[in-house]
């Protein structure tokens, strides 16, 4: 039975490719022309129900629903942010949560998505990770996160997404093969139709996956969470640290980049009395020269409940970011969005 078959064992019809539903509707003595119709209701059109599928009969219909699941995530809730940013809460067909963000700019208009309901790696100043991972987000869920993200954009924002971020809760290179197979339906003509270009998968830092990345030439962009400039900082507020050093990081992103030559980014978390002195920066400015990435984002720190940690001062910030740019580092500071709903970087936790 397959993982995400119900008790009766009937499979989710969005888990068979294009050529097992043409076998199944071969089998069914229907012309081969109907996998292609609901191939295109199931992905293109994004239908949520077999009675939507308006082009097949009543009678085939029903022999669907029958031989077939078709789970969809639905959204939950939503909260917008005097900014614009909208957080919604989505619902898995047996109710598990988890969570996603819209971000308008002038210039772009980005979903935020999740790869895992919970997440396991337990990073000190992430609320998710205060949540115990349940399960692994299946692809079509995740393409469902999108799809719902890009209804919202165009209504609320009268405009399409441009972007995706794998941003949200979990640790998308732990859940390898459903973030692959979400990219490849979104990004795919019959799917979304989205550039792999416009799409980032963020990384707290699992060294062998990243150069599986690269040995699947995968056409996406990558980001590092790297928020400390040495080991001994990192293993403080990353535990995925104690197993995935710096070296071992440094090395699988330069292979990556050998074998993809796609965009790197380092992001990176200020923290109040713990990266965010010179000598960090000086940390920093001597890592990214190791490391063959484009751009370094300065995040501002969004305090959390369960965690100690701060924001620095603006000072602070300020003579950090300067160091940067005098030592010639692509680096960028990011505003947080959406903090009044607890929808920034790190603030993730289904509490809607
Ligand atoms: S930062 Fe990412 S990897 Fe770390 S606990 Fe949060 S969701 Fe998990």
């Excluded at 219909?61 to 809730?77: C, M, N, S, Y």
């Amino acid at each position: 039975m397959s993982a995400t078959a119900n008790s009766k064992g009937v499979r989710n019809i969005r888990e068979l490719s294009l050529d097992e539903l043409t076998q199944y509707f071969e089998v069914m003595g229907e012309p081969k022309f109907r996998a292609k119709q609901v191939w295109e209701w199931l992905w293109a059109k994004q239908a949520h129900s077999f009675s939507a599928m308006t082009n097949l009969s009543k009678e085939l219909r029903q022999k669907l629903g029958e031989h077939f699941t078709l789970p969809v995530l639905t959204i939950d809730a939503t909260q917008q942010s005097s900014d614009g940013t909208v957080k919604s809460r989505f619902r898995t067909h047996e109710g598990h949560l988890c969570e996603g963000v819209l971000i308008p700019t002038e210039e772009r208009f980005t979903a935020c998505v999740s790869s895992q309901i919970g997440c396991s790696l337990a990073c000190k100043f992430c609320a998710t990770g205060y949540i115990d991972r349940k399960r692994n987000i299946d692809f079509d869920e995740i393409y469902d996160e999108v799809v719902l993200l890009n209804q919202q954009s165009e209504r609320i924002y009268g405009h399409k997404l441009t972007n995706i971020v794998f941003m949200g809760m979990g640790e998308p290179l732990l859940n390898y093969k459903n973030v692959l197979r979400a990219i490849e339906r979104i990004t795919a003509p019959d799917g979304l139709g989205m550039s792999p270009r416009r799409i980032t998968v963020s990384t707290a830092g699992v060294a062998k996956a990243i150069r599986q990345l690269g040995d699947d030439k995968v056409k996406f962009k990558l980001a590092l969470s790297l928020h400390a400039p040495n080991d001994a900082k990192r293993n403080e507020i990353m535990n995925i640290n104690a197993s995935n050093d710096l070296q071992s990081l440094v090395d699988a992103l330069n292979y990556f980049y050998q074998q993809t030559k796609n965009e790197i980014t380092l992001e990176y978390i200020l923290f109040k009395d713990f990266n965010d002195s010179q000598k960090d920066a000086e940390e920093l400015v001597k890592l990214y020269r190791r490391i063959p990435a484009d751009l370094v984002n300065i995040i501002e720190y969004n305090p959390i409940d369960l965690a100690k940690f701060e924001k620095p001062t603006e000072e602070m910030t300020d003579a950090f970011m300067g160091y940067l740019a005098k030592n010639r580092v692509n680096a960028r500071l990011r505003r947080s969005r959406g903090k009044d709903i607890d929808a920034a970087c790190g603030q993730l936790a289904n509490k809607n």
